[in-house]
Nanobody
Framework: VQLQAFGGGLVQAGGSLRLSCTAS????????MGWFRQAPKKEREFVAA????????GYADSVKERFTISRDNAKNTVYLHMDSLKPEDTAGYYC????????????????????WGQGTQVTVSS
């Protein structure tokens, strides 16, 4: 499956952005999906994940109550809605697909994801 993420940009602190990631070449509902981010000179870190049907979601502590992950299986798209953005949210954001995990589960571990998008840059100014 091929993933393409878009929607990043420059926003002031306290602002909002919505990232989208569209999948092609596979059956989207067969994949749990995740968002990760990577700031310069830092490891790529987990942000949020969602199960195949969208019924279960999980978030990193740093983004809880501010970010919301959702998906539309009819549109082969996963979203990350980001509110109350902070300068420390500045990073490249990557969507990823996990084809192995089943049912209502999702993984927080980068190593469990099989396919990755190219990333979209989010910059939050103070």
């Amino acid at each position: 499956v091929q993933l393409q993420a878009f929607g990043g940009g420059l926003v002031q602190a306290g602002g909002s952005l919505r990232l989208s990631c569209t999948a092609s070449g596979g059956t989207f509902s067969n994949y749990a999906m995740g968002w990760f981010r990577q700031a310069p000179k830092k490891e790529r870190e987990f942000v949020a994940a969602i199960s195949r049907s969208g019924g279960n979601t999980g978030y990193a502590d740093s983004v809880k109550e501010r970010f919301t992950i959702s998906r539309d299986n009819a549109k082969n798209t996963v979203y990350l809605h980001m509110d109350s953005l902070k300068p420390e949210d500045t990073a490249g954001y990557y969507c990823a697909a996990d084809r192995k995990i089943s049912g209502t589960y999702y993984s927080l571990a980068r190593r469990d994801y099989d396919y990755w998008g190219q990333g979209t840059q989010v910059t939050v100014s103070s």
